[in-house]
């Protein structure tokens, strides 16, 4: 099991928001920040959301993120069709000295 | 724009040795500001970091704690690329194989790799 724990799946009409949450510890996401990746089956995962709720260039203002303690989120607003990807949370754990990622949610948009 | 191209075999044999490169365009593997990693990605794991090496005045390499006995990566200065051993592998070891740049976040991931170890 992953160090960091996601709902393995979500769901949303278009034109929804959807949250998906990423729980850690003291020791990763208590300390350091939050990055989330989305991945489409078959292809690499993307940067989608760094130090928190940086957006890189070309990523939406659609997705957000946030983080309180040891749990992060990321909120995606106007859900579109082809938002349906997997959404991975990752931080550094400051005992494992490496990083560490959630098991990863399934986002379908019905 | 950053580029990262893995190369290698998909089929290892049980108890011998996983190995992969990841030839970097668009920027240094010597470079101060960068750390070069390798993940892995399997159905029952998830998405597993194994460890990455950089440089900062010397070389320096750390490794997951889950594969520490069995891994080295290096980098190959000549060839600007980066690569991963892993020794020993098991049908465990089966996954799809990333090289990523980090240090804070991964902006830049290769096309993957996946391996099967089978005989």
């Known amino acids: 099991q992953s160090v960091l724990t996601q709902p393995p799946s979500a769901s949303g009409t278009p034109g929804q928001r959807v949250t998906i949450s990423c729980s850690g510890s003291?020791?990763?996401?208590?300390?350091?920040?939050v990055n989330w990746y989305q991945q489409v089956p078959g292809t690499a995962p993307r940067l989608l959301m760094y130090s928190n709720n940086q957006r890189p260039s070309g990523v939406p203002d659609r997705f957000s993120g946030s983080k309180s303690g040891a749990s992060a989120s990321l909120a995606i607003s106007g859900l579109q069709s082809d938002d349906e990807a997997h959404y991975h949370c990752a931080a550094w754990d400051d005992s494992l000295q490496g990083w560490v990622f959630g098991g990863g949610t399934k986002l379908t948009v019905l | 724009q950053i580029q990262l191209q893995q190369s290698g075999p998909g089929l290892v044999k049980p108890s011998q040795t996983l190995s992969l490169t990841c030839a970097i365009s668009g920027d240094s593997v010597s470079s101060t500001s960068a750390t070069w990693n390798w993940i892995r990605q399997s159905p029952s794991r998830g998405l597993e970091w194994l460890g990455r090496t950089y440089y900062r005045s010397k070389w320096y390499s750390y490794y997951a704690v889950s594969v520490k006995s069995r891994i080295s990566i290096k980098a190959d200065t000549s060839k600007n690329q980066v690569s991963l051993q892993l020794n020993s592998v098991t049908p465990e070891d089966t996954a799809v194989y990333f090289c990523a740049r980090g240090p804070s976040h991964f902006a830049f991931w290769g096309q993957g790799t996946l391996v099967t170890v089978s005989s």
């Open positions: 003291s020791s990763n996401v208590g300390s350091n920040t």
